[in-house]
């Protein structure tokens, strides 16, 4: 969330809606339901933690690293626009 333009709350709110459903997914394949007040429990938490993760602030050496690897992304990106000629498999 640090490098993007969405709100902490719109990336959380993707992730969990993400994650809701495969939670969801995998408990209808095997024929599982969850009890109402365990559900509701479990997937605030859940949803919390997102929140805290997202909040919570990066080291400082982790964050010169990911802007460093962003940046060689960019460049890569960057190249494989200007070169047609170029193919990725």
């Given at each position: 969330?640090?490098?993007?333009?969405?709100?902490?709350?719109?990336?959380?709110?993707?992730?969990?809606?993400?994650?809701?459903?495969?939670?969801?997914?995998?408990?209808?394949?095997?024929?599982?339901?969850?009890?109402?007040?365990?559900?509701?429990?479990?997937?605030?938490?859940?949803?919390?933690?997102?929140?805290?993760?997202?909040?919570?602030?990066?080291?400082?050496?982790?964050?010169?690293?990911?802007?460093?690897?962003?940046?060689?992304?960019?460049?890569?990106?960057?190249?494989?626009?200007?070169?047609?000629?170029?193919?990725?498999r």
């Amino acid at each position: 969330s640090r490098f993007s333009r969405q709100s902490i709350d719109a990336i959380v709110n993707e992730q969990y809606k993400t994650l809701y459903s495969i939670v969801q997914g995998c408990l209808g394949d095997h024929r599982m339901q969850l009890v109402e007040p365990r559900e509701k429990e479990g997937f605030s938490s859940l949803k919390r933690i997102l929140y805290e993760l997202q909040s919570k602030k990066l080291p400082r050496k982790l964050g010169i690293r990911a802007r460093r690897e962003r940046k060689v992304v960019r460049s890569i990106i960057k190249i494989l626009r200007q070169r047609p000629d170029i193919t990725v498999r």
